[in-house]
């Protein structure tokens, strides 16, 4: 099957910093992804869609100007969360769709995640 | 979008069958339904996928009667590396924008 990975898998950061977090779909072109976060013990929750060469869309309630989505290629998408507090320690993780997204019956291929800790 | 509803833990023992109903009571008619297992700390992982009847794959099999307004995932024979959390999800009809409910914790006992 297709393989989506993450980068860096786990990072540590202080209050007030930034940090980017890489997903790229390996074998595929995916002009759309999608960003989740993951607290312990809940379900993931979506964040916004990358759109390939135009803005995300993000869910209400997330932050557009804090977490910054940019998917400048068919195959990266990238989410930098600026200025980062301890409050947005969590697991994020990224899909890409095996087909063209809104097509029904599309598999979702996920990345294994980026363990997010603000100190 | 079609919210997903399913039982929030299960509990079973190594060799039985395990079935995991999912309720989805707005499915749209061009909806497909597609469930996914997740281990601690990784992102979910593809299982099976249907549209309507059964289907069936190397792990496991899915069930959906003819209204479509639930399905169920069973795996047969179950062995410890079966705990995980299992979660139902179905298309956005039309727009896809895969969207997770609380999930199935399943916790396989020696």
């Known amino acids: 099957g297709a393989v989506v990975s993450q980068h860096p898998s786990r990072v540590i950061c202080k209050s007030g910093t930034s940090v980017k977090i890489e997903c790229r779909s390996l074998?595929?072109?995916?002009?759309?992804m999608f960003w989740y976060r993951q607290f312990p013990k809940q379900s993931l929750m979506l964040m916004a869609t990358?759109?390939?060469?135009?803005?995300?869309?993000?869910e209400q309630g997330v932050e557009k100007d804090k977490f910054l989505i940019n998917h400048a290629s068919l195959t990266l998408s990238t989410l930098t969360v600026t200025s980062a507090h301890p409050e947005d320690s969590s697991f994020y993780i990224c899909?890409?769709?095996?087909?063209?997204?809104?097509?029904?019956?599309?598999?979702?291929?996920f990345g294994p995640g980026t363990r997010l800790t603000v100190l | 979008l079609a919210k997903t509803t399913q039982p929030i833990s299960m509990d079973s023992y190594e060799g039985q069958e395990v079935n995991i109903t999912c309720s989805h009571n707005n499915i749209a008619t061009n909806d497909y339904i597609t469930w996914y297992q997740q281990f601690p700390s990784q992102g979910p992982r593809f299982i099976i996928q249907?549209?309507?009847t059964k289907v069936t794959n190397e792990v496991a099999s899915l069930f959906i009667p003819a209204d479509r307004k639930s399905s169920t995932l069973s795996l047969p024979r179950v062995s410890l590396s079966d705990t995980a959390v299992y979660y139902c999800?179905?298309?956005?009809?039309?727009?896809?924008?895969?969207?997770f409910g609380r999930g199935t914790s399943l916790i396989v006992h020696p």
């Open positions: 249907g549209y309507k």
């Open positions: 074998d595929f072109q995916a002009t759309t």
């Open positions: 899909s890409a769709p095996g087909g063209a997204a809104g097509d029904a019956g599309n598999e979702q291929f």
């Open positions: 990358s759109n390939e060469g135009s803005k995300a869309t993000y």
């Open positions: 999800l179905v298309d956005g009809g039309g727009s896809y924008i895969p969207t």
